[in-house]
């Protein structure tokens, strides 16, 4: 008795087991338990205990991480991390580790080749300056320099002391320069013992002629001026916009014509000149006209 009621213990212990198994058509086994429920119908492998359940559920996505019994670190899916080794990496991190290293940073564009010295930077800059500047001074220069004025042509005059010991002392003597007027270069044959001075532009003319005959205006009611020591007799044209001006007291007769824009200075120091050269005589008009 005690041996089958033994027996049959053991074989009311043995059914549960043996029910969670059932044989299919091909006459293998097929698991209808809970253990088998957690694999996929292709699994080969038979689930026989928990052991083998829990190592067939690291196969299987999941939220947790679980540990195996080598140390390796599981993979999290739902995050995105990716197992390898013992460090879990991001996909999406290793994607964009090419774009990383190759993607050029403004550091990398400022390189040593394509910087410039602050030398060659100042020097670009104020090279502009410098060429506006000399323009300026040239230009500048350009104006004051004086005007290449045309040769001058004076028609002849009778003039017969223009050689004589007067008009050679006093032609040398005269100033280059009368105010505002510079002396200008006559067109040859130039008449003799004959100066001309001129503005920059040009335009009117100052003459100076030297040994003339007395003029035919002149005599003994004529009126004088008397300039720097030098006796003038003025002989002046209503329709001309000049002056002709005599000096009647030296040893020939000196002829100054001057533009009426020029004021006093050219006679002011022509007389200088002539005081200074010619020694004064006593005036010889001629007779009062009929």
């Known amino acids: 008795m005690t041996a089958d009621s033994s027996d049959r213990d053991s074989a009311k212990d043995e059914r549960p087991a043996r029910s969670a198994f059932s044989a299919d058509a091909s006459g293998s086994e097929r698991n209808d338990g809970p253990a088998a429920r957690n694999f996929g119908a292709d699994d080969a492998d038979t689930n026989t205990g928990p052991a083998e359940a829990g190592a067939a559920d690291t196969d299987r996505p999941s939220s947790t991480a679980d540990t195996t019994d080598t140390g390796t670190t599981a993979t999290v899916p739902d995050s995105g991390l990716v197992s390898q080794g013992t ?39 104020a090279l502009p300056v410098v060429l506006v500047v000399a323009v300026l001074v040239a230009a500048v220069l350009a104006h004051r320099a004086p005007v290449e004025r045309e040769p001058l042509v004076l028609g002849p005059v009778p003039a017969p002391a223009a050689d004589g010991p007067a008009c050679t002392a006093l032609l040398p003597a005269l100033p280059a320069l009368l105010g505002e007027f510079t ?27 030297c040994g003339l005959d007395r003029p035919l205006e002149f ?38 014509t001057v533009p009426d824009d020029s004021g006093p200075t050219p006679l002011q120091e022509v007389a200088d000149t002539i005081t200074a050269t010619l020694p004064a005589q006593s005036i010889d008009p001629g007779p009062l006209p009929n």
């Open 87 to 125: 460090e879990a990496t991001s996909p999406d991190a290793t994607r964009a580790e090419p774009e990383a290293t190759t993607k050029p940073s403004v550091d990398d564009d400022i390189s040593p080749e394509h910087q410039y010295s602050p030398a060659l930077i100042a020097t670009a800059v």
């Open 183 to 209: 002396k200008s270069t006559l067109v040859e044959p130039a008449p003799p013992a004959t100066r001309a001075w001129q503005r920059a532009d040009g335009g009117d003319a100052i003459v100076l002629r």
């Open 219 to 256: 005599n003994r009611a004529s009126p004088l001026q008397i300039v720097n020591g030098v006796q003038w007799f003025e002989a002046r044209d209503r329709a001309a916009t000049a002056s002709t001006w005599f000096a009647v007291d030296r040893a020939t007769y000196i002829a100054l």
